[in-house]
């Protein structure tokens, strides 16, 4: 069939990051990113030209994933961005915003790619050796047998989303809330490979935070007339109630039963037949002194009523969702045939009860041993509630990471700036083997280091929005902040009160100056000794291995953008 139109040649575009396209798009995207950064982060309004749901965020899951990126370079750059937030949860404002604060100082450069691209490497070693030795200092230890750093952890990924809209009591409340779900999701008994359970959110809209709670078990949302009639239950014994899980309809549909021929012969009514089976599927359960039926899909009315006359409760429609928390607490395995149901597929549950909530009535389903259980999250509106649950899941995600890393990074942008200056004072006192393994001089060395800092210190600088000056310490290399309008004749001492992290007030003289000012390379000190550390309750703390994995993204994203010298697009 002959074209309508002539094929285009393709279109081919060499060295992207000099033309004004690429380099006004990345400035767009930078600032859209810087914006967002932090507790005092700029809100942003995600909608489409055709109308429908708009989402106000800050988080970078729903912000990268609401944009419509065209140009491939920026399309690298989310896209690497978006897949460390697929793996991580965490940092991923901070992955964007280096990676292209780097993308931007390195070209200024002007050196070779492949120049920039092997110091940076190196510096990009120098970071990772360094946060995971013993003598990091922007680092420490969570200590699983006391909670105030597992709390500062969590409350700072809260306090990090101003959409969620929680004030300091909210804030302390969920934070609380989160950490006791995580908890009762851990095994009692530890074995080599330890699974850890499941925390379910309810949702409960246009409520107070501060009636969220936690139910260990599951709830299952029920009808309020369904309350009367699931009482009482059959039992093995006193403390046992057998339960069946279904995964597949038992609705009676022929739909249902696979792919086939169906022979029906004459005088045989095929829903007769399939209500029959139903039936005797509910004698075997009654027989099997089975007390709850929980299916994913429909259970058909008559097979509903046959059980309820003996004392069977039955609970369909759950979804697809619930089935892995349902078969995880209840040890049960998901049935998918509708004859010869094995007992070994039967699970158990402790007790049964119902909890109503605000307007909504719940089956508490408590186990034997708790490993899932059920936040009921409440918040003032649908926006909110959302950015919220996300908050939530992404805190829970980094005390996973937690557990099997048991390291926290300090944050309110003390790590970037302590960092940057021990790769400053690193790359002045670097021996001159290492620059002939690199091959580059020295100067080139300190300008791609001096690069690479300023980047760090850039993404620090993005929590403060409001004008102000920016400041760090000659001994700690800690980040802090000064809000505008002080007088010129104060001492610097006279106006911080704390860093960023919380460890360090102004009652030690640390020498403090302007930062990304010229100034003498030192080696920081180290603080993970001190004892305000384990003495401070709100210590901000970002997530370990997700900034390490962030920072290692950034840098070699960056370095793969330098590294672009055609860009080849179909135009058909």
């Given at each position: ?57 800050s988080q970078s899951s729903a ?357 940057a200056s021990y790769i400053r ?49 000659m001994v700690y290399g800690h ?94």
């Open positions: 069939m002959s074209r309508i139109e002539a094929k285009k040649p393709s279109l081919c575009t060499n060295d992207p990051l000099t033309k004004e396209r690429v380099s006004f798009s990345l400035s767009v995207l930078s600032g859209i990113v810087k914006s967002c950064y932090g507790p005092t982060g700029r809100l942003k309004q995600l909608h489409n030209g055709m109308g429908g749901y708009v989402r106000t965020t912000l990268l994933g609401g944009l419509s990126i065209t140009h491939p370079v920026l399309k690298v750059l989310t896209a690497s961005v978006q897949n460390h937030i697929s793996r991580f949860s965490d940092c991923g404002l901070f992955t964007a915003i280096l990676c292209c604060s780097l993308v931007e100082k390195f070209q200024r450069i002007n050196f070779a790619a492949c120049t920039v691209t092997k110091i940076s490497r190196h510096l990009l070693s120098l970071c990772t050796d360094y946060l995971k030795s013993e003598a990091c200092g922007c680092r420490i230890l969570v200590d699983f047998d006391s909670i105030k750093t597992l709390l500062s952890l969590v409350r700072s990924i809260l306090a990090s989303k101003p959409a969620c809209m929680l004030n300091k009591t909210e804030a302390n409340h969920l934070s609380t809330l989160v950490l006791k779900a995580f908890l009762l999701t851990i095994p009692h008994t530890v074995e080599t490979n330890v699974v850890l359970g499941k925390c379910v959110i309810v949702p409960v809209k246009d409520k107070r935070v501060m009636d969220s709670t936690v139910f260990p078990g599951l709830l299952i949302e029920i009808p309020e007339f369904q309350l009367a009639r699931t009482f009482p239950v059959k039992r093995v014994s006193s403390s046992t109630i057998k339960m069946a899980l279904f995964c597949i309809s038992l609705s009676g549909d022929l739909s249902n039963i696979g792919e086939g021929t169906v022979i029906v012969h004459h005088g045989i009514s095929l829903e007769v037949a399939v209500l029959d089976q139903l039936l005797n599927l509910g004698k075997q359960l009654v027989n099997d002194q089975v007390g709850l039926v929980v299916c994913q899909k429909v259970i058909h009315p008559s097979l509903k009523q046959y059980l309820k006359e003996h004392r069977v409760i039955t609970i369909d429609r759950v979804g697809v969702s619930m089935m892995e928390p349902l078969s995880q607490m209840t040890g049960s395995q998901p049935i998918a045939a509708l004859h010869s149901v094995s007992p070994t597929c039967y699970g158990s549950l402790k007790d049964l009860r119902t909890e109503s909530f605000v307007s909504k009535h719940f089956l508490h389903l408590i186990p034997n041993d708790t490993l899932v259980c059920s936040l009921i999250l409440c918040n003032r509106n649908e926006m909110a509630w959302d950015e919220l649950k996300n908050a939530c899941q992404t805190a829970e995600h980094v005390l996973q990471l937690t557990i099997k890393q048991p390291l926290a990074l300090l944050g309110g942008g003390c790590t970037e700036t302590h960092l004072h690193k790359s002045f006192t670097l021996p001159t083997s290492v620059l002939k393994t690199i091959d580059c001089s020295r100067t080139q060395y300190q300008l791609v280091a001096d690069a690479f800092c300023r980047s760090l210190e850039c993404v620090a600088c993005c929590l403060a929005h409001d004008d102000g000056e920016i400041l760090t310490d980040f802090w902040s000064v809000q505008s309008g002080f007088p010129s004749d104060c001492n610097w001492s006279d106006l911080v009160l704390k860093c960023g992290c919380g460890i360090y007030n102004n009652q030690q003289n640390l020498n403090w100056t302007v930062l990304r000012s010229q100034c003498i390379p030192f080696a920081p000190q180290s603080c993970s000794n001190e004892p305000s550390i384990n003495s401070t309750d709100h210590l901000v703390l970002d997530c370990f291995t997700a900034k390490c994995s962030g920072l290692q993204v950034a840098v070699e994203t960056a370095n793969l953008i330098l590294d672009l010298s055609y860009i080849v697009e179909d135009q058909n």
